[in-house]
């Protein structure tokens, strides 16, 4: 079945430019899927740190095993990423099949496995065969090229209908510090940290674990911000690696006044690809941005916001750009957090739709209506009780979403 | 828009014989259908004992509040049920339309108006006006009968595709005990105690708190073991009326015997519509029961089960009838319940799929493809560590519910 581009997809992509101390290129290994590229290999130069944060499935793929083991170490030589099957659930032979290729980009690259980062997405439960990327992965490093950032971001799609990139450069004392990422979605969208696969290279010297908090902090309001049908992934991958090529000192704590300044540059990139996974949605139409405030916490307010947006009622209502809040109502009051139905007050867009547990005085529903036309609609619930706020991103639930995971498998 | 009548509505319907000391009456008010009864009236006999369960929601509707407070009296003399419109979120004008409605019950019955029991389903947020009861329900209490059942199910539906009625006889020393019982679904299923309405009327003399007590047992494995879709309606309401008008004699305490016996039918009649309400789940093609068990706990188990059944890809590989079951170690493992990959074994009804954290070697893809082709589906996992054990009982997820729920309101 052909799957029709997004009507949220870019109208135009970045042009990411080369980053010193890494090299790439793609392939087609032929894992499931004919005519494309479905393998990466990215190659970092000797001094290369990493952090990364992964799924926290109790069921998470052999790759997140591996790159759970391999970050501790801090450094990284090379990255691996297939997609077309997420070599998931596959036991022993999962865990044979990630060594072997582990192995074979090691060699290929002149490195100790430890080095080497592995990431897989697709199908789960079908055994991956390593020995389909050995003579591939040999080619490949001998072909390593800076750009363009476009191969990677094709390379690992499955059901996306468009690449996603982004890109931030800071400056600092005058020299640009880069940062490049790529992501893929586009169902299994919940993220219980990271999301699906993401990976976000730097020349930015940079230690580990200062490079480990700031993505630890900054995937809360990215990443972590997300969900697209509440399901979350075994696979979920997000990596940062920084080269250290940029010519500037190194960043080796976090009181050193640059990391936020950094980290709000990368947390730039995390959003900006966050909120292009929403907008790939397996069937979206339309982008939700919901925001909560007035909750008795932060934390409840963020699961507020994802129980609507997470709500199928909520998501089909939007889909048939119907203001049916009282679906908002229903979604706040099944959360299982503090509220108190009198205090609610709600808006779509700017429009006061609920206030003080009923109807608006000021609803109008010929303007609603056409506020739900748009593709890029705000919901806003004021719980009344406190300061806590957060905001969740997804979209609608369509017609589009059903037909793709009717027959994934096949 | 038509809604088809569900693949999986009932052949025939149970013909539920009289209840003596509970008579009822159906209506037309025109609250939002046309050409269909929407209003049901029920009058209890002095004497009849009442119990009931409702929604958890933060956010219930008016008409749930009302029952909470008459509940603990423990005796009732009338319902009044309306389909069309929730009085859910509708303020302090919600509030009076529920005074004023039990007013004009009481009035047209004799009885006190904390004696009524009132339900609403329908649209959330829009204002009640109880003024169209007004004239109905006094002419609705010149024509009371027992019979048919089938007119209280009908009138009470609102997407559903056919009514629910189902039944059931004990002997206790020779005398029949009757129970009758009806429910509605069909969206925002996902009981946090009840599910939506359902009403269950009985002669058997039994105490309101003995009654009460049973009601809380059941409903753990019936209504509140099934979900649709995930969401949880602000208006849940399961009521239960013994009229004590069957010649035995009452039972005072959970210690009496029969009360046991009485629970198990007064199960059977709650299990039997709570099925019939995943059968008539919007959009739904297949019946689907989800099986749990070596959790470390019956919660633990129920919890996974719930993750399993409510996940939309789950739901949409089942609605596509392909054996996904890489998408069950996906719930497994978002249910956040202890879970060892590597001890998770998986069947699609007789037929073992994963076994020790991979695909089983047995796995036979065309018998299970041709499972996947049945209306009604069992999942059973076991998770490997405990005695846990539970079961949740779903439908799958189909166009049909993105077009009834993108118009619901329109």
């Known amino acids: 079945m052909a799957i029709p ?33 479905d393998v990466l290999l990215m190659a970092f130069d000797p001094g290369t740190t990493a952090a990364g944060v992964v799924t926290r499935s109790l069921c998470s793929s052999a790759a997140v095993d591996w790159c759970k083991a391999n970050l501790p170490g801090g450094t990284a030589r090379g990255l691996v990423v297939n997609s077309g099957n997420a070599n ?7 865990r044979d099949s990630v060594a072997l290729t582990a192995d074979y980009a090691a060699k290929a ?15 789960i439960g079908e055994p991956l065969d390593a020995g389909k990327f050995a003579g591939v992965l040999d080619t490949m490093a001998t072909r390593l090229g800076d750009s363009p950032w476009m191969d990677p971001a094709r390379a690992i799609m499955t059901t996306d ?107 730039d990139v995390l959003f900006d690809l966050a909120i292009q996974v929403v907008r790939d949605g397996e069937g979206a139409t339309k982008q939700v941005s919901v925001h909560v405030e007035g909750a008795t916490s932060d934390a409840s ?5 994802k129980a609507i947006a997470d709500s199928p009622l909520v998501k089909t209502a939007i889909a048939g750009e119907d203001a049916n809040w009282g679906r908002v109502v229903m979604a706040v009051g099944k959360a299982g957090e503090p509220a108190d139905r009198d205090k609610l007050s709600i808006r779509f867009g700017d429009l006061l739709v609920a206030q003080a547990g009923e109807r608006a005085a000021v609803y109008d529903e010929a303007a609603t209506s056409a506020y739900m036309k748009g593709q890029e609609l705000e919901v806003s619930v004021d719980i009344g009780l406190g300061t806590g706020r957060a905001t969740v991103y997804t979209c609608d639930l369509t017609h589009g979403y059903i037909d793709i995971n009717g027959s994934y498998r096949s």
Do not use: W
């Not at 109208?11 to 290994?29: K, Q, S």
């Not at 307010?301 to 916001?305: E, S």
């Open 5 to 37: 581009v997004s009507p949220l997809a870019p109208t135009t992509y970045p042009d990411l430019p080369p980053i010193a101390g890494v090299r790439f290129a793609t392939a087609e290994a032929g894992i499931k899927y004919k005519n494309r590229t």
């Open 88 to 94: 998931a659930f596959t036991g022993a032979k999962g």
């Open 109 to 123: 690259l002149g490195c100790a496995p430890g080095e080497i980062f592995l990431a897989s997405t697709g199908v």
């Open 161 to 267: 209908t468009f690449p996603k990139l982004a890109g931030a450069i800071c400056d600092f004392d005058g020299v640009e510090v880069k940062i490049n990422g790529i992501a893929k979605g586009s169902g299994m969208i919940a993220p219980d940290m990271a999301t699906m696969l993401s990976f976000v290279v730097t020349d930015m010297p940079i230690a580990a674990p200062v490079l480990q908090a700031l993505l630890n902090q900054h995937v809360r309001t990215s990443f972590n911000a997300i969900t697209v049908d509440s399901d979350t992934s075994t696979s979920d991958t997000l990596l940062v690696f920084a080269t250290g090529k940029a010519g500037v000192e190194p960043i080796e704590s976090l009181d050193d006044p640059r990391a936020a300044i950094f980290g709000e540059a990368l947390r």
């Open 301 to 305: 307010a963020f699961r507020i916001a």
